[in-house]
């Protein structure tokens, strides 16, 4: 059974950057894609970036462009997210996913918080 763990979620200044860190463990993991989704309080969960396990081509939500860049290590397992310019509106709890098919995500971690404070 495939669990994908994240890490790199913490308090940090607006403007200020963090990167996070999604580990698969636990079984054989050939996703086609991986993604990392949001959670703000109070609303509901968004994605926010994506990436294909094979060549790497990767995707993003509006208000990720220009300030977040997504990447994987296959060797690893682990897929990252690169937060610059962080602002309060970022505020989350973030997810990591995994895709096997071509719609849904079919797994998924327990989250990392992400506070932006301005």
């Known amino acids: 059974q495939v669990q994908l763990v994240e890490s790199g979620g913490g308090l940090v200044q607006a403007g200020g950057s963090l990167r996070l860190s999604c580990a698969a463990s636990g079984g054989t993991f050939s996703p086609v894609a991986m993604g990392w989704f949001r959670q703000p309080p109070g609303k509901e969960r968004e994605f926010v970036a994506g990436i294909t396990w094979s060549i790497g081509f990767t995707y993003y939500a509006d208000s990720a462009k220009g300030r977040f860049a997504i990447s994987r290590d296959n060797a690893k397992n682990t897929v990252y997210l690169q937060m610059n310019s962080l602002k309060p509106e970022d505020t989350a709890v973030y997810y990591c996913?995994?895709?096997?098919?071509?719609?849904?995500?079919?797994?998924w971690g327990q989250g990392t918080q992400v506070t932006v404070s301005s």
């Open positions: 996913a995994g895709r096997l098919g071509s719609e849904n995500y079919d797994y």
